[in-house]
Nanobody, 125 residues
């Protein structure tokens, strides 16, 4: 079983910065593709950024040049540095871990996704 714990959310003024962290616990034998998503009130959950096992990163157009995803060397946590925040970035931010090949131990189900509980980011104008 995998548990994801997000932290670092809060309230900032437009132009400010926040750094989100997502710590992953459990099933360390698996290979994970890690992502950040966000969901604003009344909107669907949307992709923000991702980092693949080989380190390749991806970003939504709306955050390119402002957000940076990174991870620790042990690949047990990912961070999202968010700069130049604006009110449109206000949302609950969720961490996602997707099990991908190569398959690790017997508990690693390729395609299985785990989600954290989310951390709130509020940007005021």
């Amino acid at each position: 079983q995998v548990e994801l714990v997000e932290s670092g959310g809060g309230s900032v003024q437009a132009g400010g910065s926040l750094r989100l962290s997502c710590a992953r616990f459990g099933d360390s034998d698996c290979t994970y593709h890690m992502s950040w998503y966000r969901q604003a009130t009344g909107s669907e959950r949307e992709f923000v950024s991702s980092i693949a096992p080989d380190g390749v990163t991806g970003y939504a157009d709306s955050v390119k040049g402002r957000f940076t995803i990174s991870r620790d060397n042990a690949k047990t946590s990912v961070n999202l540095q968010m700069n130049s925040l604006n009110p449109e970035d206000t949302a609950m931010y969720y961490c996602k871990a997707l099990v991908v090949p190569p398959r690790g131990g017997p508990g690693c189900v390729v395609g299985k996704a785990y989600w954290g509980q989310g951390t709130q980011v509020t940007v005021s104008s």
